[in-house]
């Protein structure tokens, strides 16, 4: 994912809207039998099913969502997609379908475009999605990105927020708190680089961090991981506003309270030597960065033999009643009351 | 429509991203037993269905595609579903769903949001569609509405824009061009406004024009209605950038030609009296105006007895062999090469 920094200066308004659309997706190829047609007419048009369509859109906009300062058009494109599919995942379904609408400021080239549509091809290629429609407008400033992804899952395999048990074992796939940390560094480089522009960054220490922010990856795997295992999850949720705030869903939609576990909580060793480095608390860094797109689960206890070692799930706690509210039980076996600090949108500058 | 200007000043960001998208749904009721799961988890639930899945999306920037000087936000709201219906309903098809994607500057408060929404809430009851997700978030400047929707149609019944045969009649819905003057005229009292804020503006005489830009009307009858004349069309688009534009992209799809009769153009007679005061063309305005969202099909001749003398309904020119090109048969009966000359979003301004 290299870009060329040296870039043509097509100008947009010299293809028109339709030759935009064309010109960027003519080398998208429909992978899934169930798109009968994509690009091109009113509506995208998909095969009948007998299993159930998942929905969900995700909106990320220039200034509030990322800063392409260091964050190459190519990656935000495999990044918009991520950030759709992985909703879908959560239900316990696959993606297939996607739909994107791009508004650019005149400031932005075909070139540009090219580069961020490359991205969103790579997506679509890897976790084999088909593009199917879309928008392509001018913005009055900057770079908006509008993804909607869609999905399928057999009706009795639909996994929600609402489904949490009582003393359901807490899962979470992978581990936490890698890509809001990668941010940290990438805005101190930049501003490393705004003092003194020569200066070359040596960030081999922070390669985890920097892929999960720049290139995250969604956890296509775990519906078929879980289906192998003969698990059903009782309720799942992807970890996009961090841990805090995703757990908090879960039990605020199933009626129940939550001990999460302080070290129970899965670290990368690279987290933990950059939260020392910047004086940052791990946990707090897992419980409210954000961004990771793992995904957060319960089932019954009675599967704990089929999830305990599994490489890729790490148990952090359990569901209680909901009158023993949302606790965190620290190292030194304190009960801290769970609050979401995860990432609002709506915040004031 | 009319809406409260003594707004009142509620900031966002007291309730925040969940509290208030919560805010702003809670009296959005479920209306199609194939919305299993709307608003409130990853991704929106919807029915195993033995119909095909249609899907289109559409974006709306302020400052590009609206201007809230005239425009209201209960209008905007309403127009926004109604730009993506239309969509829908041009593949011969039923829309049932809608996701809604917002961000909004700083400068929105709450009772902003709440007259958009109830915008929407309008057109999702009297169109019968869900709203099942969205998001919602800050932008740097203006707002932005990104909708997308669902809709169903049996697999026989789909209308792509290619099917068009040689012979085949040309028909549009309704009439052509009312929505651009009423721009215009929108346009033309907000100069007024600048210059003389107390001028009381009289707009008894284009009424129509006003209320076709800003409470425009998607076609939800029309498929019906083709349905119990028993005519199925061989192509259809819905006419959003101009009927010039639409036609050609009929023609081009089918490979094929067409003639477009300018004495059968279906005209309002606002649009006839208004052309002649703002000294313009009202072919010219029907061909490239825009905004329209009236349907565009094209039917079997041997379908005319059903379809002529139908109110709702103008035949209005004959697809040709392609070598024969797309043209405009004058009232003096010259034959004019048709250009698209509509609306591009992707301009130089």
Redesign the interface.
């Known amino acids: 994912m290299i870009e060329d920094k040296n870039q043509g200066r097509t ?3 010299e ?3 339709f030759g ?1 659309i064309n010109h960027l997706t003519q080398y998208f190829k429909i992978k899934n039998p169930a798109t ?2 994509g690009v ?20 990320l ?5 990322f800063d392409l300062s260091y964050m190459p058009l190519k990656h935000l494109g495999y990044k918009a997609v991520m950030v759709n599919l ?3 995942y ?2 316990n ?1 696959e993606a297939e ?1 996607i ?1 994107v ?3 650019v400021s ?1 400031r932005f080239t075909l070139e540009a475009l090219e580069a961020l549509y490359a991205g969103i091809q790579l997506a679509c290629d890897t976790y084999k999605v088909d593009l ?11 770079i ?1 990105i ?1 993804v ?4 399928k ?1 057999n ?1 009795g395999d ?1 996994v ?3 489904g949490a048990k009582e003393t359901d074992l807490i899962v979470v796939s992978g581990d936490l708190g890698a890509a809001y940390l990668g941010l940290q560094v990438l805005e101190r480089e930049k501003q490393v680089f705004q003092v003194n522009p020569n200066n070359q960054p040596d960030l081999d220490q922070y390669t985890y961090l920097i892929e999960r922010q720049l290139k995250p990856e969604a956890r296509k795997d775990v519906p078929g991981l879980l289906k192998e295992l003969e698990v059903k999850p009782t309720s ?3 970890i996009s506003d961090g841990l805090s705030s995703e757990i908090m869903h879960v039990c605020s ?1 199933s009626k129940k309270g939550c001990k999460i576990y302080e070290d129970k909580i899965p670290l990368d060793p690279q987290v933990i030597s950059t939260c020392e480095e910047f004086n940052l608390d791990s946990t707090m860094i897992a419980l409210s960065g954000g961004e990771d797109y793992e995904l957060l689960f319960t089932v019954s206890i009675d599967d704990f033999e089929k999830v305990k070692g599994n490489p890729n799930f790490s148990i952090i706690g359990h569901i209680t009643a909901e009158d023993q509210g949302m606790n965190l039980v620290t190292r030194a076996n304190q009960e801290i009351e769970l609050k979401a600090q995860g990432w ?6």
């Open positions: 100008s947009l308004s293809l028109g809207e935009l009968v047609k091109g007419d009113d509506a995208a048009v998909l095969e009948a099913s007998e299993k159930q369509t998942l929905v969900t859109t995700d909106l906009i220039e200034g509030v969502h992985s909703d879908v959560a239900m379904g379908q739909t609408s791009i508004a005149n199917v429609g879309g928008d392509t407008t001018s913005s009055n400033k900057g908006l509008s909607t992804a869609i999905g899952a009706k639909v929600y927020r609402s799942m949720i992807d939609q609002n949108a709506l915040k004031e500058e």
